[in-house]
């Protein structure tokens, strides 16, 4: 019997989501990703590199955070050498996303996550960011990830380079 969870890897920028009042459309897509969530429809990941990210958030900020973490059973997946070589490969032509985005797709890809989901458009949720991580993942024998904004998760918006 297989589960029919999707796993997902959220990053660092949608937990800033709720946060986010200079932008309240993203502030309200992203209160309703999280209800979504408490469905228990997915398996919810964060990455190691989480915390370093995390660190400029304040201390009610860090408290609600943690409570989200919580509530959710979001899990924070251990440090992992294979995903560090992984990111490692995925630097240069065409990814050229900071070390950080690299390690948030190289432990979606290690730890077997279907998507990262990320309000990251310029580094992450792009087309080349999606191809790079696709033809690296094929030519390693891993599995394919996508990268998709909460929006996009909730079927608000898919781009054509998703389908």
């Not at 209800?35 to 964060?46: A, K, N, P, Q």
């Not at 560090?84 to 985005?101: I, V």
Request: net charge negative; aromatic share 6%; hydrophobic share 35%.
């Amino acid at each position: 019997m297989t589960d029919s969870k999707k796993r997902l890897l959220i990053d660092t920028s949608v937990m800033r989501g709720i946060f986010d009042d200079d932008t309240p459309e993203r502030k309200a897509c992203t209160e309703r990703f999280f209800d979504v969530c408490r469905t228990g429809i997915h398996e919810l990941f964060i990455c190691p590199v989480f915390d370093k990210e995390m660190k400029s958030a304040t201390a009610e900020q860090q408290k609600r955070v943690d409570e989200l973490m919580e509530e959710l059973h979001i899990e924070v997946l251990p440090e992992n050498n294979e995903a560090t070589d992984l990111a490692r490969k995925y630097k240069g032509n065409p990814l050229k996303t900071a070390e950080g985005d690299r390690l948030h797709l190289a432990y979606a890809t290690v730890f077997e996550c279907d998507t990262v989901v990320s309000w990251n458009m310029h580094d992450i949720v792009n087309e080349t960011t999606y191809n790079g991580t696709r033809e690296m993942n094929i030519a390693t024998g891993r599995k394919t990830i996508t990268v998709e904004t909460p929006a996009m998760m909730m079927g608000e918006g898919r781009p054509k380079w998703l389908s």
